[in-house]
């Protein structure tokens, strides 16, 4: 019969099906950090059990930590508590940690792939919405509750019922200054925040196939805005080579057979999906948000619609706009912005590194913009002062800070002040996502760092070198 | 955890048309950083609560005192955005033990059922009579049946069915939980793993 990828990974792990109600699906790798953890840790302790196996369970220090001195003890007393937490709950089950400081340590959906965690075919959860990240391996990822941690650490199995099929497949090249970021703020836009509730995503067509597996992550790690439970695409020669040789992917014969496997991972030419949605490259432009869900987004030349040309509640809409202190009909170019922040778990890579530097090149920090950068993992920082992108940025006026999730949810220090505004790379605009009474505009690297050179909402085309054929 | 059963609920109910809320209002992110699963209906929808001096924000319907009741009424994909339990815990610690919507979140929903709070989604043309009801009297009271899977407004006597999954029903009829299920099947699960290379 024919599969689709999901249904071949998903199917490969069920221990356990149960009449009218969830699989029991196995769940090969765990990844753990501070904030979610803690209460299902004390579960095992109140059932006198282990976490069964450890070895499969894989702990990291991320939400809660500072960006700055991170080799200082952390000042705010219930982050260091979570942290502590962790460290201790990882020492007494035997779970590798890796703290403030550590080599490895960075953003859980960052380090995954740089350690080679992540894997094709693969069951990945962690208590955080955007595991959907690693789908982009052809593993099913996707984030969990703190009870369903538990669940985990302690059998290393989940109950749920197997999610419906959809596939959004993209053809035709991108236009210039069109990234994988803008391709997922466009995709949302158009399915709504709950577009895709009860789905899971496999993207397909060319558009996904020529994008870098930095790319891939960025749009899987977005899938869940769309409501989906989570994103993946099929593995190809560039996901081989991606993981081939880093510290937990399979080496010698046992690389060879996974391969084999991981080689039968696409969905079959007839399989049947229960959703298929299909868009053309070419009608993908540089996105913005303008409103406080990451649905509320448009190309940046475009104005504000009105309430009547949105789906969703008319009160809704306007206590948004209201919050944004926006209104209908409005161009968001030009608008003034206060804040640029550059990375969390969908655009503190490498790449979106590499991205904000070719804008900010040659330019200066605008006066009123302050400006966080801030690299997914350690391994990236790395990157970034091998590839001499530090220089640049240091050139331009901007400084670089410690990895972390950051001013993405503000668990730390990095809050962006009530009322201002902030050009943001990360997922999610909600109210006071960054900082109580935050005002975010969701953008790509490219967009953030036009913004970051200008002071104001701009469309970086104007700032690229186009290239002339 | 093994959590309190769940049979019918009549109650008084707490309206909130507001479609989308997210996680990051029902409770927000800093208010993460407990280890234990403690205070968290102190925090419940924060910001739309509080001001920043904390004094209560007149208009928000937790903060009007005609309204009250264990079951908490909300617009279209409550609950969407962070996996943050929390904000169940949050919801159950507040004292709801049901959410109606017309549309809920994946992750809050399992999370609602996780830990003993009833999701019920009914129909956008049910959640509309509602609304109704409640504006129409503070007081109306729901009747959530588990066993028969209805959602009665007593004062209309209009009733509508509501889905859930025959071993997820059993749990919350009963107080188990999935881990009490998973730790009996074990052996299973161990000889899963053993054909399950890392």
């Known amino acids: 019969m024919s599969k689709t990828l999901f249904d071949k990974v998903w199917d490969s792990h069920v221990v356990k099906h149960i009449e009218n109600g969830p699989d029991v699906l196995f769940i090969d790798r765990h990844l753990v950090h501070e904030v979610t953890s803690p209460v299902a840790f004390l579960g095992l302790k109140n059932r006198n059990i282990k976490v069964l196996y450890p070895e499969r369970t894989f702990a990291t220090a991320d939400h809660n930590t500072p960006t700055r001195n991170q080799h200082l003890p952390v000042k705010d007393k219930l982050s260091a508590n979570q942290l502590k937490a962790l460290e201790e709950n990882s020492k007494a089950h035997n779970i590798p940690y890796w703290g403030l400081g550590h080599e490895k340590n960075g953003i859980v959906h960052v380090i995954g792939p740089e350690n080679g965690i992540t894997v094709p075919g693969a069951t990945i959860v962690c208590g955080d919405s955007h595991t959907s990240t690693h789908g982009a391996f052809g593993a099913i990822a996707f984030g969990i509750g703190t009870s369903e941690v538990e669940m985990v650490l302690s059998t290393q199995c989940i109950m749920q019922p197997k999610a419906k099929s959809l596939r959004i497949s993209i053809d035709g090249d991108l236009n210039i200054g069109v990234t994988p970021k803008d391709v997922a703020l466009f995709i949302i836009s158009k399915l709504t925040t709950s577009g895709a509730t009860g789905y899971f995503v496999e993207y397909a067509g060319e558009v996904f196939r020529n994008m870098s597996m930095e790319g891939r992550m960025t749009v899987c790690n977005l899938s869940i805005e769309m409501g989906a439970r989570g994103g993946m695409i099929a593995p190809d020669e560039k996901t081989f080579d991606y993981i081939k040789g880093r510290e937990y992917t399979p080496k010698g014969a046992t690389w060879d057979k996974a391969m084999k496997y991981w080689q039968t991972l696409y969905s079959d030419e007839n399989a049947v999906f229960d959703k298929e949605i299909t868009f053309t490259a070419n009608e993908i432009e540089p996105m913005i948000t303008y409103g406080t869900n990451p649905g509320m987004g448009i190309g940046i030349q475009n104005g504000i619609p009105s309430a009547d040309a949105v789906e969703g509640g008319n009160a809704t809409y306007k206590k948004s706009l209201q919050y944004m202190a926006f209104n209908e009909g409005e161009a968001m170019i030009g608008k003034p912005i206060d804040f640029v922040f550059l990375g969390s778990c969908t655009n503190g890579r490498i790449e979106d590194f590499r991205a904000f530097a070719s804008i900010i090149k040659g330019r200066k920090k605008a006066d009123n913009v302050t400006a966080w950068l801030v690299p997914g993992s350690h391994r990236v920082e790395e990157a970034i002062r091998r590839e001499g992108i530090l220089d640049i940025l240091n050139t331009a006026g901007f400084e670089l800070r410690e990895p972390g999730c950051s001013a993405c949810l503000a668990m730390n220090d990095d809050k962006i002040p009530a009322g201002k505004y902030a050009v943001s790379t990360s997922n999610r605009n909600f109210e006071g996502r960054q900082g109580p009474g935050s005002r975010t505009l969701l953008a790509s690297p490219l967009v953030a760092a036009a913004a970051a050179v200008t002071g104001k909402v701009t469309d970086p085309r104007e700032l690229m070198e186009l290239q002339t054929a | ?198």
């Not at chain 2, 209002?25 to 208010?31: E, G």
């Not at chain 2, 609560?49 to 209560?56: K, Q």
């Not at chain 2, 009250?68 to 609950?79: D, P, R």
């Open chain 2, 1 to 198: 955890m093994a959590y309190d059963k769940f049979n019918i609920l009549k109650s008084s109910a707490v309206p909130l048309p507001i479609e989308n809320v997210d996680t990051d209002q029902i409770i927000p992110a800093r208010f993460l950083k407990a280890t234990e699963r403690k205070g968290f209906g102190d925090n419940l929808f924060r910001d739309w609560r509080y001001n920043p001096d904390n004094t209560p924000k007149e208009h928000f319907v937790l903060n009007n005192p005609i309204y009250s009741g264990k079951i908490l009424v909300g617009g279209k994909n409550f609950g969407s955005g962070s996996s943050r339990e929390h904000a169940a815990w949050a919801v159950y610690d507040y004292g709801f033990r049901c959410v109606v919507s017309s549309f809920f979140a994946d992750i809050f929903r399992n999370n609602c059922l996780n830990i003993g709070v009833l999701p019920v989604q009914v129909s956008p043309e049910f959640l509309d009579k509602i609304f109704k009801a409640i504006e129409a009297n503070p007081n109306a009271e729901l009747e959530i049946s588990l066993p028969e899977q209805t959602i009665t407004i007593l004062e209309t006597g209009e009733s509508e069915g509501f889905a859930i999954n025959d071993y997820k029903k059993e749990n919350m009829l009963n107080g188990f939980d999935d881990i009490d299920y998973l730790l009996n099947i074990k052996k299973d699960i161990e000889v899963f793993a053993q054909d399950t290379p890392l």
